[in-house]
């Protein structure tokens, strides 16, 4: 099994919107470029036999993958191969109403002009379909699939026009949801007064407002909002400040790494059982195990089941069968779970292009996409106009123990009500 992913690391710096994108919270048989008789495929750009606009009997379908794969600021290449896991599995077992799927994958490299290079090639290669995942650059690609009304199934939230393209179909809140459920989490756990601590960038000023918003829904006080650089070698004094504040819970929107850190400074400090809250993605089974039980009673929050619980064996198997050298993460989750929603929606179409999958989803009221509780309408848009596309506010949340997840007692949390304060 090959594959034909060009890995070229951009020469750009290290953005910061990079790193507040990645604490939010992401191969089939060798077939050739992307792009039509004559044209030329963007950089990071390949296509994998696992397919056109499926407008003839047997054809295969094209599927377009387009996330930061690997780059200078951030790698993530089991976005790709969720995609590719999901289309191998369902090909294997007869593809959708007769057709294989066809994924064709675009590493934006984290920039925004090879961004907007995929969304040109989606329209050149035809795809019916794009899917999205860790890509910092929504903004460039999204207008040009709109304007070929291409749809980005299971687009994960990162820019404003994700909340309101009407191509855009994301199976939940992004990091609106999550981070507006992490102050609602930390509350209803006995939590008086949550502090922030969040990497110094204007995107996570608005998921600091969400989380203040969500432990006010819960009845708890506001606490510093600390926003510290992504190269900060020690969170000991930011720690202390929080303590000084009064705060007993702190929610991270920090990168990986620096949540691990954050957690070590707590674990340290003259209040080592402060409570730390964040998305699942920045605190996965392989840093609780390095934390060897630091992170015990921390929260973390999620808009899909964890990949330790028994409802993602069919990812699991999905991903040990055909991408086995893949990381398994909540980033290749979305991608495998949009590749399965759109063989559901699929098998109701009896002709491919992007305009029928297109249309096909708007009408879709009750799509069970695996991985997550409770079946999507895609066919009833948000209330609020300006989070139009968020049509699943619901966020599971569990405490960690040891190297896995236990759901709280209110394991899932509905963020409708601080998403409609925060939008006014």
């Known amino acids: 099994m090959s594959r034909r992913l060009t890995r070229k ?34 950089a990071g750009t390949s296509s994998s036999t696992s397919s056109s606009s499926a407008t003839t009997s047997g054809s295969d379908i094209k599927i377009m993958v387009i996330g930061s794969f690997q780059s200078a600021a951030q790698s ?88 309101t393209s009407p191509v855009a179909f994301p199976f939940d809140g992004g990091s609106f949801s999550q981070f507006a459920a992490v102050g609602q989490s930390l509350a209803s756990n006995g939590c008086k007064k949550v502090g922030v601590v969040r990497v110094d960038a204007p995107v996570t000023e608005a998921q600091a407002k969400l989380v203040f918003l969500g432990a006010k829904a819960e009845n708890a006080a506001s606490g510093p909002d600390l926003a510290v650089a992504p190269t900060l070698p020690s969170f000991a004094a930011t720690v202390q400040t929080e303590i000084n504040a009064g705060a007993d819970c702190l929610a991270s929107i920090l990168p990986n790494a620096n949540v691990d850190a954050l957690i070590a400074a707590v674990k340290q400090s003259a209040k080592p059982d402060i409570r730390i809250g964040t998305a699942i993605s920045t605190l996965p089974t392989t840093d609780l195990a390095k934390l060897n039980g630091s992170a015990d009673n921390d929260i973390v929050v999620s ?51 992007a305009s029928s999958v297109l249309d096909a989803f708007n009408k879709a ?33 569990f405490k960690i123990k040891g190297t896995s997840y236990e759901p709280l007692a209110q394991s ?13």
């Not at 604490?23 to 048989?29: F, R, V």
């Not at 379909?129 to 291409?150: D, E, K, R, W």
């Not at 409802?311 to 699991?316: K, M, N």
């Not at 899932?412 to 006014?424: I, Q, R, S």
Request: proline share 7%.
């Open 76 to 163: 993530y290449p089991e976005v790709a191969s969720g995609a590719e896991a999901a289309a191998d599995s369902i090909n294997a077992a007869g593809g959708v109403a007769g057709h294989k799927i066809k994924i064709i994958e675009c590493n934006d490299q984290n920039d925004p002009n090879v961004s907007a290079s995929c969304g040109r090639s989606a329209v050149s290669d035809k795809v019916v379909a794009v899917t999205s995942g860790v890509s910092n650059y929504s903004n460039q690609f999204l207008p040009v699939l709109q304007a070929s009304g291409i749809p980005d199934i299971g687009d994960t939230i990162y820019q404003a026009i994700d909340l």
């Open 412 to 424: 899932t949390v509905d963020t409708a009500a601080v998403l409609k304060a925060y939008a006014g």
């Open 9 to 42: 690391r951009a020469a750009i710096s290290v953005a910061l919107v990079a790193c507040a994108s990645m604490a939010l919270a992401a191969c089939s048989s060798s077939g050739g470029s992307s792009g039509g008789s004559g044209s030329t495929a963007p």
């Open 303 to 353: 808009p899909a089941y964890p990949v330790t619980t028994p409802q993602a064996a069919p990812f699991l198997a999905d991903m040990k069968k055909y991408e086995p050298k893949a990381t398994v993460s909540a980033f290749a989750v979305n991608s495998w779970a949009a590749i399965e929603a759109f063989a559901t929606v699929g098998k109701t179409l009896t002709t491919f292009s």
């Open 365 to 397: 009221s009750n799509v069970t996409v695996p991985m997550y509780p409770a079946p999507f309408n895609f066919a009833k848009p948000n209330p609020v106009k300006s989070l139009a596309r968020i049509i699943n506010t619901s966020v599971l949340a």
